[in-house]
T-cell receptor
Framework: NAGVMQNPRHLVRRRGQEARLRCSPM?????VYWYRQLPEEGLKFMVY????????ESGMPKERFSAEFPKEGPSILRIQQVVRGDSAAYFC??????????????FGPGTRLLVL | AQKITQTQPGMFVQEKEAVTLDCTYD???????LFWYKQPSSGEMIFLIY??????QNATEGRYSLNFQKARKSANLVISASQLGDSAMYFC?????????????FGQGTRLTINP
């Protein structure tokens, strides 16, 4: 049973370019979450999606960032016109369902984005 | 808003000793979940253990146990018989459930180093 898949594992972009990060959840999981980790910090929530729906995007920057989880295919986190401050590790997690106490989220290996 | 505090930036422990990593939390929710994740130098996030707020017994998973003291709002991770492979960053996290929001709030992490 494959875990959460993310690609690419490493991504280098120049300022002003676009970055596309992909995430395939674990089999049977329909809930996807994106988190960002700056160096030497904990993870910060960005967005929570279900198939074709954004449920909570309270952690997403207002500009340049967008996320989708289409009916078919992986979830995509898109960063337009990247700046050096976007350099970070971006983690995707998935869970099978939601519960009052919290369903365990399983994380992918992350995408390390470096903006030159 | 919920908050997670990990007061130990770094811990150094001799191999085979037990180690306790501290985590305190702040929430007004009655129902919540607490998680510990391990992040080795390779960067992935590995789920270790989960504790629900209504669980009467402390959670255990192999060498990991969670010392849950609800009145003190603490959820310390205990690793018994530490091994060199336990050297990693450890993050405590809480599931936020306000208004259906389903996201994890992470602490700043503790870097654990196991000495031979």
């Amino acid at each position: 049973n494959a875990g959460v898949m993310q690609n690419p594992r490493h991504l280098v972009r120049r300022r002003g370019q676009e970055a596309r990060l992909r995430c395939s959840p674990m089999k049977g999981h329909s809930h996807v979450y994106w988190y960002r980790q700056l160096p030497e910090e904990g993870l910060k929530f960005m967005v929570y999606l279900q198939k074709e729906n954004i449920i909570d995007e309270s952690g997403m920057p207002k500009e340049r960032f967008s996320a989708e989880f289409p009916k078919e295919g992986p979830s995509i986190l898109r960063i337009q016109q990247v700046v050096r401050g976007d350099s970070a590790a971006y983690f995707c997690a998935s869970s099978q369902r939601q519960s009052v106490f919290g369903e365990t989220q399983y994380f992918g290996p992350g995408t390390r984005l470096l903006v030159l | 808003a919920q908050k997670i505090t990990q007061t130990q930036p770094g811990m150094f422990v001799q191999e085979k000793e037990a180690v306790t990593l501290d985590c305190t939390y702040d929430t007004s929710d009655q129902s919540y979940g607490l998680f510990w994740y391990k992040q080795p130098s390779s960067g992935e996030m590995i789920f270790l253990i989960y504790q629900g707020s209504y669980d009467e017994q402390n959670a255990t998973e192999g060498r990991y146990s969670l010392n849950f003291q609800k009145a003190r709002k603490s959820a310390n991770l205990v690793i018994s018989a530490s091994q060199l492979g336990d050297s990693a960053m450890y993050f405590c996290a809480m599931r936020e459930t306000i208004q259906g929001a389903q996201k994890l709030v992470f602490g700043q992490g503790t870097r654990l180093t196991i000495n031979p």
